[in-house]
């Protein structure tokens, strides 16, 4: 099992910025994917930005050259730095990885923080 707390969200104006952390515990040794996913009210939950266990990274369009994730395996963190925010970014944010156990596949998510951009 992995738990996940997500900490950071909060109201800023736009074109503000924000940090979000997700930290891990639990069979941390296990997590392969780390991400972080948004849902916006009466939308469906979106992928935002991805951190593979090598490092690499992906990115929805949207927030390219804006966002950026990151991550700190020595203390079992996962960040997502939001520059230039706009009110469409306002959403619950989700921390999420996968994991894999004797061949078996695992999900996780955390509880989700709230970020709102006001215009």
């Known amino acids: 099992q992995v738990q996940l707390v997500e900490s950071g969200g909060g109201l800023v104006q736009a074109g503000g910025s924000l940090r979000l952390s997700c930290a891990a515990s639990?069979?941390?040794?296990?997590?392969?994917?780390m991400a972080w996913y948004r849902q916006a009210p009466g939308e469906q939950r979106e992928l935002v930005a991805s951190?593979?266990?090598?490092?690499?990274?992906r990115y929805v369009d949207s927030v390219k050259g804006r966002f950026a994730i990151s991550k700190d395996n020595a203390n079992n963190h996962v960040y997502l730095q939001m520059n230039g925010l706009q009110p469409e970014d306002t959403a619950v944010y989700y921390c999420?990885?996968?994991?894999?156990?004797?061949?078996?596949?695992?999900?996780?998510w955390g509880q989700g923080t709230q970020v709102t951009v006001s215009s």
């Open positions: 951190i593979s266990s090598g490092g690499s990274t």
């Open positions: 639990g069979s941390t040794f296990s997590m392969n994917l």
């Open positions: 999420y990885c996968n994991s894999v156990i004797a061949g078996i596949w695992y999900v996780y």
